[in-house]
């Protein structure tokens, strides 16, 4: 037979569409053609493709030979193909059977010696060829990964000798039984460590149980990054479909094999990070910080600091969860649905409002450096709360207010009715979700409304404030939002003329 097809995956994103390696054998000059548009990493494969054949003792094909790998416009990077295309010459050659690649999908890079080299973002492409309902051959080192999803054969291998053996009957090889990833979550710092701070602490918990974003504005030494820090081990575990999609863009990100279960990220860029730093880019998009926080947490200290344009990038996947870099021949989607919990100071010198007495700047110096911040972004974020200098007490107790286990205790309990009523945290309500789960009686709707004009609050804002609202009330197991909980939750929005 002179013609074979194998199956591999491309990489775009944290998606992996599928590609189609043909191998066709003709009459001629021998040559070899690669097309279907390869970057430099996967025209160089047939190099070592001739190789890794060559030593491993079979025949490299003295005929014309064409190598498409389809569809035709999507481009291809990276070593991944080799093993797709070595297979496909010498089944094409007739040195291995052409039918047993018909269920198989197969990634991996060629030493020159024949051996196989672990490749990049296996997860995605595991998870692809599950649904496609085909095994996966991958080299030995990425099988524990992609061993993730669930219900997919997976064959490890060392060696292109060792698929050839499994291919012609010879050794047939095993599907791959994982150890398994360790189920444990490594310790978080504890609430109870934060001395004093109960308003904040308190903005800490509402922010976990409703996955509301959270702004901490304060001098400096107020314990604004050390609260930041206890959030996620505030937020409930993750579930097999959440873990799967962080460890899927931490595949593709290049980040070190999983050892165990992963948890929650907490990201904290610092305020030089770039637009494409943060966002992601590049001429082959790679995920940014908001995404490596997928599912977690993205933590901005000293927020005015960034610059402003970098800041507004984050506007959009803070209400649709998502980033979509565009670029000339292609659009990447990457996930992003983080929590956004950042950190200010009142003013340049950190120190407006402090009883010393301590600050210099001027009103204008004030503005300039809060003008850093857009109306729009602030908008966005949902609690808005100033943290004070506390008392100095160096030999106050460890444990001072709740503990990080009691406020998850609290948060999984709201969280979970949160689940059961609408299937999602309440910050992610969309427009007829916040009307039917955040319904007001017509009077406390005319006092909400009242108070918003008299505060200067848009819309958005006061939806928000209804979302807030519904969060303290879930805290309490209550059916219906309160009076006391709205005044609660106007105590987190900030005066549009403040």
């Not at 025949?59 to 064409?66: C, K």
């Amino acid at each position: 037979m002179s013609l074979a097809i194998v199956h591999s995956r491309a990489q775009v994103g944290v998606e992996a569409p599928a590609v189609t390696v043909e191998a066709h054998l003709a009459n001629g000059l021998p040559a070899l053609t690669l097309v279907g548009l390869p970057e430099t990493a996967v025209r160089e494969s047939k190099d070592r493709v001739r190789s890794a054949i060559l030593t491993s003792g079979f025949d490299f094909p003295a005929r014309r030979i064409t190598l498409n790998l389809a569809p035709a416009d999507l481009p291809k990077d990276g070593g991944r193909f080799d093993l797709a295309i070595a297979l496909g010459i010498l089944a094409a050659s007739e040195q291995l059977p052409a039918g047993s690649l018909d269920g198989l999908e197969c990634l991996g890079e060629l030493a020159l010696s024949g051996g196989l080299r672990p490749v990049r973002g296996v997860l995605p492409a595991a998870l692809a060829a599950r649904a496609a309902g085909r095994t996966l051959v991958v080299p030995r080192a990425n099988a524990e990964e992609a061993s993730l999803a669930s219900g997919l054969n997976v064959l490890a291998i060392d060696h292109l000798l060792e698929l050839a053996a499994h291919l012609n009957g010879r050794t047939p090889l095993a599907p791959y039984r994982s150890s398994g990833l360790l189920r444990q979550t490594l310790p978080y710092p504890d609430l109870a460590e934060v001395q004093g701070q109960a308003a904040a602490k308190r903005a800490l918990l509402v922010a976990a149980a409703g996955a509301h974003n959270l702004l901490l504005s304060g001098p400096p030494g107020t314990g604004k990054t050390l609260l930041a820090s206890r959030l996620p081990g505030l937020l409930p575990p993750l579930d097999e479909r959440e873990a799967l999609e962080v460890a899927a863009i931490h595949s593709v990100a290049g980040s070190a094999p999983l050892a165990a279960w992963p948890q929650r990220p907490f990201r904290q860029p610092h305020h030089s990070a770039s637009g494409p730093a943060l966002v992601g880019g590049g001429s082959r998009p790679r995920p940014g910080e908001i995404t490596l926080a997928h599912q977690g947490v993205l933590f901005l200290d000293e927020l005015p600091e960034f610059d402003r344009k970098v800041l507004e990038v984050l506007r959009e996947p803070l209400e649709s969860g998502e980033i979509v870099i565009a670029r000339a021949s292609d659009k990447v989607r990457f996930p992003a649905r983080f929590q956004l919990v950042a950190a200010m100071n009142p003013c340049p010198c950190g120190y407006l409002g402090d009883p010393a007495g301590r600050c210099r700047c001027t009103p204008e110096q004030i503005q300039r450096y809060r003008a850093k911040l857009s109306g729009p972004l602030l908008d966005r974020i949902d609690l808005h709360i100033g943290v004070a200098r506390e008392a100095t007490a160096l030999g106050a107790p460890r444990l001072d207010g709740p503990d990080s286990a009691g406020a998850a205790a609290q948060v999984a309990a709201a969280r979970n009715l949160q689940l059961a009523r609408q299937g999602c945290p309440n910050a992610f309500l969309d427009l007829p979700g916040l009307h039917q789960h955040c319904a007001l009686s017509d009077e406390d709707r005319q006092w909400l409304e009242r108070a918003c004009e008299r505060l200067g609050l848009s819309l958005r804002a006061a939806h928000r404030v209804l979302k807030v609202a519904r969060t303290l009330a879930d805290l309490e197991a209550l059916p219906g939002i309160a009076r006391a909980h709205l005044a609660e939750a106007l105590q987190y929005r900030p005066a549009a003329h403040a």
